[in-house]
């Protein structure tokens, strides 16, 4: 009878909000956000992302072995897709008590850097964002025909503009 193996991969979708241990490297604590930033959406789950761990910072690369030429020939799904890690990633960092610092790369050329991260200490925010992480699930059905509640569409937008990059 073959052991039984157990891998973080194997299992993407059990991940525990459990505090950063004292004296965890850099390496340690980006391997476990990296952990929540693999459950971001992604274009027809193709989850086209590939991270490279440095000493302060975490490099993501577009995984152009995964692009879908035919439904995204200009690769706009993919790279939003790799956006949406880095953003999932920064999300998890600030629950844990880091503020990350996204230097979004130049668009161009055949290199697949989209962003370098580096993360620095910070107090610990949590939101409603980061509870959502592992109960994210991908769905072709229809949205529901019910208005957003309150001032949801507000706060989107509010977000969305004190993240935007010029």
Known sequence: MRPKVIDVALKPWDVAPAEV???ASFGEIARMLLRFAILAPNSHNTQPWRFAIGDSYVDF???RARRLEVVDPNDRSLVISV?????TF???AEHFGFESDVQVQPAGG???LIASVS???SQPRSHDLFAAIPHRRTTRM???PRELPGDLLERVRGDAIEKSVE
């Open 119 to 121: 993360l620095q200490p």
């Open 83 to 87: 956006a949406a890690a880095i953003e």
């Open 110 to 112: 055949d290199e697949p």
């Open 21 to 23: 241990p004292d004296g």
């Open 90 to 92: 920064s999300v998890a």
């Open 61 to 63: 690369f577009a995984d």
């Open 142 to 144: 229809a949205f529901e």
